[in-house]
């Protein structure tokens, strides 16, 4: 029960953080919540967009990029993420019992 547990807080963690590092994340202005571009980018999103504008901080005034990079979508993260949480489960009951 601790294992399942403490993989599952584990593979939290990883999937945070792998989806902040390889997933874009932008800020809409104009519907003030988070959005994944294009599919709900408005037209001040797609300036933001290619100018690749940055913005930080609670509730910005303008569109842009919160974090991450283009490099895959959400359920390759979360493939990535609970692939790297079954091997580190793995090692963790292999050093335990067996060494």
Known sequence: M??????SIVG????????SLLEES???AEKKRIISMPEHAS???LLAEKERRRVS??????CGLVCGRKVCGGSEVNLLSSSLTSLLVFFYLYVRYFL
């Open 2 to 7: 601790l294992i399942s547990l403490g993989s």
């Open 12 to 19: 939290t963690f990883i999937d945070s953080f792998l989806g």
């Open 26 to 28: 932008w800020w809409c």
């Open 43 to 45: 037209s001040c999103c």
């Open 57 to 62: 901080g609670h509730q910005p005034s303008q």
